[in-house]
């Protein structure tokens, strides 16, 4: 028996007898404290084996936009749990594959019609990578196989979509010399910058195969915000550069910063596409790579080895297919969109009083993302344990708190999360 179990007899059998044998994510597994064990989920609450209930403020890494167990999801999903569970994308469709691959490309802007289906926002990053080297080696252009990405930038945890993000800074530093050589810029803040940007683009165009960002909002390297008109100006300098546009938004599609995607605010259409999270409003693992006309029309050919060589065994899973489906139903019968803007405000409102804290950098809010940067944060997990105790889920990372609420959460329920972090942060500068 571990040292683990020892300590809390409490617990429940099934989490005593297997946490020896799971490996948790972003986790020191020799010091790192007990995870929570959820039991249930209601609305905005995770339910804890202890009776608890706590306030998620962070929709589970984002995923559960409309909230846990939402009667509509559990409908759909039960519907076609009971007609098919799953079958392959190789030389079959079905109905909830077809519908999702138009009503996204009915959604997105511009003419992003040809969805590829995966199961992961990581892997939808490599399926993207991957479109665009081989959109130029399809054309009889050679050597176009490297990435622009940025400061700051976080695309996912496999190889690929590591090399592409903030690998000297971040999380996967570690990964250096693993990992494929690209080019990471600071993202453009002035004229001057986006100048510089223009140049590079142009003299290593030869080299180049794409630039990808995530638009508005970098999630998981820092929670940083830009304007709408840097997303613009670096969409115009590929489109000058001749260089594929890739816009991961994994993160920030389906309504978390405002608008259905976050490439309307700056009335940009990229190449690709990256989306995940959210599709399914996180019941099911599901990822979509969804790629312009121009992008498709250069694997379609009689050769067959110019087809797209790429085939996730789970791609397009009915059950995830119901599932994203069900959540575009809310979004077209309920006014989510506008809950957001509501939260927005709310979010504003109520953490302004933050600005002014000992040991706070900056305050930031954009849809339904509200962040406060720390000049540091010596213990994060120590912090998220003081969260529990204020009954609420927020989990620091780096020098942010930041909260990412489902959009069913109530004014009430936000009052709770800032109340929690006020109780947490006058303790915090306190010690």
């Given at each position: 028996m571990s040292q683990n179990k020892d300590r809390r007899p409490d617990l429940p059998d099934w989490y005593r007898e297997g946490y020896d044998?799971?490996?948790l994510p972003y986790t020191q597994m020799q010091t790192a404290g007990d995870a929570l064990p959820v039991t249930g989920t209601d609305g905005v609450y995770l339910e804890l084996a202890d009776g608890r209930k706590i306030l998620d403020g962070i929709a589970s890494w984002w995923t559960a936009?409309?909230?846990?167990n939402h009667p509509k999801m559990k409908d759909k999903m039960k519907a076609q749990i009971d007609r098919m569970s799953h079958v392959m994308l190789g030389g079959l469709v079905h109905e909830g594959a077809l519908d999702l691959a138009r009503r996204l490309s009915g959604l997105l802007p511009g003419d992003l019609n040809h969805v590829f289906f995966s199961e992961s926002g990581s892997v939808s990053v490599e399926i993207a990578l991957k479109m665009a080297v081989q959109f130029w080696l399809n054309q009889g252009v050679e050597g176009r196989a490297r990435f622009v990405g940025f400061k700051a930038g976080y695309h996912g945890d496999t190889s690929a979509a590591m090399s592409v993000g903030d690998s000297d800074d971040g999380m996967h530093k570690a990964f250096g010399g693993y990992l494929q050589q690209q080019y990471i810029r600071p993202l453009p803040e002035t004229a001057e910058d986006m100048e510089k940007l223009e140049r590079f683009l142009t003299e290593n165009r030869d080299s180049i195969a794409g630039v990808i960002m995530e638009p508005l909002v970098q999630g998981a390297?820092?929670?940083?915000?830009?304007e709408a008109g840097i997303l613009?100006?670096?969409?115009g300098a590929c489109k000058q550069a001749d260089v594929l546009f890739i816009l991961d938004e994994i993160f920030t599609g389906f309504g978390r910063t405002g608008s259905m995607f976050a490439c309307e605010q700056a009335d940009v259409v990229p190449d690709i596409i990256c989306l995940g999270k959210a599709l399914t409003a996180g019941t099911v693992a599901m990822a979509a790579t969804v790629a312009t006309?121009?992008?498709?029309?250069?694997?379609?050919?009689?050769?067959?080895?110019?087809?797209?060589m790429h085939g996730p065994t789970y791609m397009a899973n009915p059950l995830a297919c119901a599932a994203a489906n069900a959540s575009l139903d809310i979004f077209d019968e309920e006014p989510v969109l506008e809950r957001v803007k509501q939260i927005e405000g709310h979010l504003t409102q109520s953490f302004a009083q933050f600005r002014d804290r000992p040991g706070v950098v900056d305050v930031r809010v954009k849809g339904a993302i509200a962040v406060i940067q720390m000049e540091k944060i010596d213990d994060p997990a120590n912090l998220r344990e003081e969260f529990v105790k204020e009954g609420v889920w927020i989990r620091p990372f780096g020098d942010v708190i930041y909260v990412t609420p489902p959009f069913n959460i109530e004014s009430r329920e936000i009052s709770a999360l800032t109340d929690a972090i006020d109780n947490v942060l006058n303790r915090y500068s306190q010690k």
């Open positions: 044998n799971i490996w936009c409309h909230g846990y390297g820092g929670m940083k915000f830009h613009k100006g670096i969409a006309d121009r992008v498709y029309n250069a694997f379609l050919s009689d050769d067959p080895d110019k087809a797209f």
